[in-house]
């Protein structure tokens, strides 16, 4: 079974950029196989390339991620490392670490001879990411939907792992949360996350 990295990032002090952080102290206390490690990296992009260069078959980044939507929408992004962020789907960066710069990361595995695996990235729509502590109400709702996904993108990889199965790949995925964090249905021309993930798969400690 590979091994699969959950790393929450992002800035606690703007506002809806610690949504990363929020769900990764959840998933922190949850019952999960010990092939998976789960671990909050803030803005410390250096810790995170560093650990990443152990190696991990798959790597789970939790960030906001401003793609256009509604506010409190939960994406499942597998972005093409090493990209660049001009060309990205939409114009807009699939890694936007908000001063951890992610392109950092990545490169400095590449100097390390390192490999980050496949990189999937659960991001979440703000509503600001203006100086203040705290979540706005529909990143807060979104908190339950995010750590519901990467629970079923751990189970996935494990099922996947036992049969030894290809686990395909995707582009993206949308969920949007309402007011008290149940999903409330992705928008049209988007694929359902759930079936979506069960086609994603790979690899705590």
């Given amino acids: 079974m590979g091994r699969m990295l959950i790393a929450g990032v992002g800035n606690i002090f703007l506002g809806d950029d610690g949504f990363g952080v929020e769900v990764a102290s959840r998933l922190a206390t949850a019952d999960l196989p010990d092939w998976v490690r789960v671990a909050d990296y803030g803005i410390s992009g250096m810790h995170l390339a560093y650990d990443l260069a152990e190696g991990y078959e798959t790597t789970i980044l939790i960030d906001a991620s401003p793609r256009g939507g509604a506010a409190g929408t939960v994406y499942v992004i597998e972005p093409e490392i090493g ?55 529909p990143v807060a709702a979104a908190v339950d939907e995010a750590v519901r996904i990467i629970l079923d993108l751990v189970r996935a990889a494990g099922t996947a792992g036992t049969a030894g199965a290809d686990t395909g790949a995707i582009s993206e995925d949308r969920h949007q949360a309402d007011g008290d964090g149940a999903p409330a249905g992705a928008p049209p021309g988007d694929q359902p996350a759930a079936a979506e993930q069960q086609a994603v798969g790979n690899g705590r400690r």
């Fill in 83 to 137: 990209r660049p962020p001009a060309q990205a789907d939409r114009g807009t960066p699939l890694l936007d670490g908000h001063g951890m710069q992610p392109d950092v990361v990545f490169g400095m595995l590449e100097l390390l001879g390192a490999d980050a695996g496949r990189v999937l990235v659960v991001g979440c729509e703000p509503a600001s990411v203006e100086e203040g502590i705290g979540l706005s109400k």
